[in-house]
């Protein structure tokens, strides 16, 4: 987001038909979403009233058919509907500022005064997918940074002075794209089961044991449903950082309301629908993988065949909330991202040379230790 005059920009014009803004009903000032009260808050005079909902979005948020959202992307792609141009102008109600809105940002402040502007009706246009729901911050700044701090001392292999120090820098509030999806699979697997057992070979001081694994073929079936499988639709933050913020409670996501986000900044997707499915069918068919080793049982398993048939296929279009802060450490840059719901902590850091080299050699110490223990254990008295 960039900012600039209004002469520069446009000539004196007001650019009112992309604006989005919730003025205090008491005193005219701009009204902000407020954690503490889960409400909209006049920061001048202390006016408060609940978020707007839309007709009939107080019964929930409902699942979309994902077959027939693909084919609905899919036919505009090939009708090469416009998608949002890549910069977009509004003109701050208070100052007179043109805020520039650039990718996917749709909502942010002003950079002069702070006024909370959005881009009109960005999430709930035809094209763009609409967002069907959303969670809102629950966790305070001061919160985020107190467990910033507990992740921060958690870094064992971290530089000293970069714990010593923490991370200096400012949280930023924004609401992250995300697609959640359900799926019902069946699933059919054969394999085969490895159970250790031990045998004694050699004699005299060459005698030793040695772990040998009886394997046996297995087979099955079983039906499992996947619900709200999380995937990030934002390429500018990697993909493993926003899902170490996981789980999300989604049972928490409520109908959309673009007052909450009044006062954050917001995105649009960027992946779009069926990339995000293609991502979510990886992190299924991996916990399948793993739930069939499970079922096979025990010591070792071999996984031969894994047919998996998804059903049932649906999905949600929601803004999830994170704290995000920016940093810099030894001139390279690092970000940190906070799970705004509950709080959980995920981030890029600096790693200590010295540090990981000490505890390799210590590792490698105890390995020597225990294997020479093994090769002359102690006579008995």
């Given at each position: 987001m960039s900012t600039t005059t209004s002469s520069e920009m446009t000539g004196g014009?007001?650019?009112?038909?992309?604006?989005?803004?919730?003025?205090?009903?008491?005193?005219?000032?701009?009204?902000?979403?407020?954690?503490?009260?889960?409400?909209?808050?006049?920061?001048h005079c202390g006016f408060e009233k609940n978020l707007e909902f839309g007709e009939g979005q107080q019964s929930g948020v409902s699942e979309n058919d994902l077959q027939q959202g693909l084919a609905l992307q899919a036919h505009k792609r090939s009708a090469a509907t416009a998608a949002q141009p890549a910069q977009q102008e509004v003109r701050c109600r208070a100052c007179g500022a043109i805020v520039v809105f650039?990718?996917?940002?749709?909502?942010?402040?002003c950079s002069y005064c702070d006024t909370p502007l959005q881009i009109k009706d960005a999430h709930t246009a035809d094209h763009p997918i609409p967002v069907d729901g959303l969670c809102t911050f629950q966790v305070e700044h001061t919160t985020a940074q107190a467990n910033l701090r507990t992740w921060i001392s958690g870094r064992w292999f971290a530089p000293g002075a970069w714990q010593k120090r923490g991370v200096e820098g400012k949280f930023d509030g924004v609401y992250m794209p995300f697609f959640t999806y359900d799926a019902m699979i069946f699933t059919r697997f054969t394999g085969e089961r490895g159970d250790a057992y031990y045998v004694e070979v050699g004699s005299g001081q060459n005698k030793r044991?040695?772990?040998?694994?009886?394997?046996t073929h297995t087979s099955g079936s079983f039906q499992r449903f996947f619900d709200d499988v999380c995937i990030p639709a934002l390429q500018s933050l990697p993909q493993k950082l926003l899902q170490g913020l996981e789980p999300w409670p989604t049972d928490k996501v409520i109908p959309f309301t673009d007052s909450?986000?009044?006062?954050?900044?917001?995105?649009?997707?960027?992946?779009?629908?069926?990339?995000?499915?293609g991502l979510a069918k990886d992190r299924?068919?991996?916990?399948?993988?793993?739930?069939?080793?499970?079922?096979i049982g025990g010591d070792e398993q071999r996984v031969h065949t894994l047919d998996s048939q998804f059903s049932a296929l649906t999905y949600k279009h929601v803004l999830l909330p994170v704290w995000i802060l920016a940093y810099r450490y030894g001139d390279k840059p690092y970000r940190?991202?906070?799970?705004?719901?509950?709080?959980?902590?995920?981030?890029?850091?600096p790693w200590s040379v010295p540090k990981i080299l000490a505890a390799v050699f210590f590792a490698f110490i105890v390995v020597a230790i225990f294997a020479s223990l093994g090769e002359h254990p102690p006579r008995p008295r």
């Open positions: 014009h007001a650019a009112t038909k992309d604006r989005r803004e919730f003025p205090c009903d008491s005193c005219g000032s701009s009204l902000t979403f407020s954690i503490g009260t889960q409400k909209l808050r006049c920061e650039e990718g996917s940002l749709t909502s942010s402040t044991r040695e772990r040998r694994v009886n394997w909450a986000l009044a006062g954050k900044r917001a995105h649009t997707y960027e992946k779009p629908l069926d990339v995000c499915f299924i068919n991996d916990e399948l993988r793993s739930d069939v080793k499970r079922r940190v991202v906070v799970n705004a719901v509950t709080g959980q902590v995920n981030g890029e850091r």
